[in-house]
């Protein structure tokens, strides 16, 4: 895999570009993310760390507009999906198809958010035959195969009460993979599992980055960020204070919250 | 009157037990059609409560192509009038007494606007009497169904929206495989508990001429001067009907939950 050592860049692999984002509770009152502004390239794995409340999971959840902004843009792959309405390629003002560009970017949710009355398999193939009208045969090869990734092809046909948390949550990875994403974003990943869990669910995150996956994830596993991540974000109170190769943040953290953030997690 | 309740009275009804059994089948027809349309508009007024059409919506669009911050615009754009027009039909219903809904629908609707065939359903039931009655007992039903049915809906945690749509589901589609599936099954005791409330509240289209179980005690009685005596074998026909019923739905409300634990 190639290095980044070009943080600023805003070069055409750049696939999400975030604007000036801002996020207001009670009009203004509270500011979950304030002013917040980031690019993602293309085949990257940015890790966002952060103490709780820090606007971490707002900033990701607002990436496919999961929570939708009170300010500011999101550009994915040159499209600003936080407007409701975009001009075409012969320049009339049509209506955003949001679904479109969620298609492209899969999600995984602390609570995996496994559909229960469907069984694993059906859980895969549900949005890839409903959306994109992938005949239900081809996307059920598609889904054993990915289940065959993470070792869980045994388990196609059980329903989600019957997995564990780990298995559930690699369930919901290959899930969101069956749709073919650009984009891969993880919300606290492993902060719902059991300690021996964890791991299962990295070592598949892990094998995703290698793949050249553009990741993006919010978690508190500060090994994984250290070994995968090309780049860390470190947040507080809504903005980004520090970011850069895991290197630098861990090794070097310049601003006094990252330092102090950084030795109460690493010195549990 | 002597008496309370005389042994020697109840020989007396038997020759009106055909009545009772009659009774007994417009009883039980009347709940069925009257939880069956309850249930459809019930589903329809939900659908109405929860949409999301809002017709003045480009208001909420300024000139740049974003959502405006605020204003009376924007206020003005969120108004869905499919919504509030399910939402007065609701509270309308739910704030009125049944008896005044029949009354209206048998005298104002079917007595006057529209003329119902004068047949009788299975040789016995009076067809013009009978229809007027499951009208309004349905349309009054619907509007607890329907509440019953939104609180289903949005007892489904969030999270389950929120991964469908990140699938690139469309709220449609959300709604039909992966929302209304969970909640009718989680509202499944609900509905059935509404119906054991019907058979109990059909009682009363008697006053409008459906020939129920309380219409042959109404009839016992003109004939034969008593009236504790029908009043108890119509509570025991009801309590039969009803109490079985809420106990086989017991059963598989807990059955159901056993499936759901976590």
């Known amino acids: 895999m190639e290095t980044r050592d070009n943080l600023s860049s805003t070069g055409s692999d750049v696939i999400i570009s975030v604007k000036n984002l801002k996020k207001y509770y009670n009009k203004g009152e509270i500011k979950a993310l304030d002013d917040v502004s980031l690019d993602i390239r293309k085949g990257e794995v940015l890790v966002v760390i952060g103490p709780s409340g820090s606007g971490k999971s707002t900033l990701l959840r607002s990436l496919n507009l999961t929570e939708v902004p009170t300010d500011g843009s999101i550009f994915f792959d040159g499209v600003d999906i936080t407007a409701k309405k975009i001009r075409n390629e012969k320049g009339r003002m049509v209506k955003l198809n949001l679904d479109l560009h969620r298609q492209r970017m899969g999600m995984v949710f602390q609570h995996f958010n496994l559909f229960p009355h469907k069984t694993i398999i059906e859980n895969m193939t549900l949005a890839p035959v409903k959306v994109k009208h992938v005949p239900k045969a081809e996307a059920e090869k598609k889904a054993m195969d990915l289940l065959q990734r993470v070792g869980l092809k045994d388990r196609a046909k059980a329903y989600p009460i019957q997995l564990s948390g780990g298995q559930k949550q690699r369930v919901a990875i290959v899930r969101a993979l069956c749709m073919n994403p650009e984009v891969m974003l993880f919300d606290e990943p492993t902060s719902a599992l059991d300690p021996e869990m964890v791991g299962e669910v990295l070592a598949v995150m892990k094998n995703l980055a290698k793949e050249g996956m553009t990741m993006v994830v919010v978690t508190h596993e500060m090994g994984f960020a250290k070994e995968v991540a090309d780049r860390v974000i470190f947040m507080a109170e809504g903005a980004i204070v520090e970011q850069g190769t895991p290197d630098e943040i861990f090794s070097n953290p310049k601003d006094e919250r990252t330092q102090g953030f950084l030795k109460s997690v690493l010195n549990v | ?262």
Do not use: H
């Open chain 2, 1 to 262: 009157m002597d008496g309370f309740i005389k042994l020697s009275n109840f020989p007396r009804i038997l020759p009106y037990a055909e009545l009772f059994k009659q009774g007994i089948i417009v009883t039980i027809l009347l709940s069925l059609l009257t939880v069956v349309i309850g249930f459809l508009l019930g589903n329809v007024l939900a659908m109405m409560r929860l949409s999301d059409f809002r017709p003045l919506r480009f208001l909420s669009i300024g000139r740049d192509g974003k959502l405006r911050k605020g204003g009376l615009l924007l206020t003005i754009s969120k108004f869905n009038p499919i919504s509030f027009l399910a939402t007065v039909y609701v509270e309308i219903i739910r704030s009125t007494p049944v008896i005044v809904q029949i009354f209206i629908i048998y005298y104002g609707v079917f007595g006057s606007l529209i003329d119902l065939p004068g047949i009788k359903l299975l040789g016995f039931i009076r067809f013009d009497r009978f229809f007027p009655g499951v009208v309004a007992l349905g349309m009054n039903s619907a509007a607890y169904l329907c509440e019953i049915i939104r609180s289903g809906i949005q007892s489904i945690d969030g999270g389950q929206s929120e991964a469908a749509r990140s699938l690139g589901l469309s709220s449609g589609q959300t709604l039909m495989y992966i929302v209304l599936p969970q909640a009718i099954r989680n509202i499944l005791p609900a509905i059935a508990n509404e119906f054991v409330v019907i058979i109990k509240e059909s009682a009363i289209t008697y006053t409008i001429g459906v020939q129920d179980i309380m219409s042959a005690v109404n009839a016992s009685k003109g004939a034969l001067f008593i009236i504790m005596e029908p009043l108890l074998v119509a509570t025991v026909l009801y309590f039969c009907l009803c109490f079985p019923t809420s106990k086989i739905i017991a059963y598989f409300e807990r059955r159901m939950s056993r499936g759901n634990k976590r």
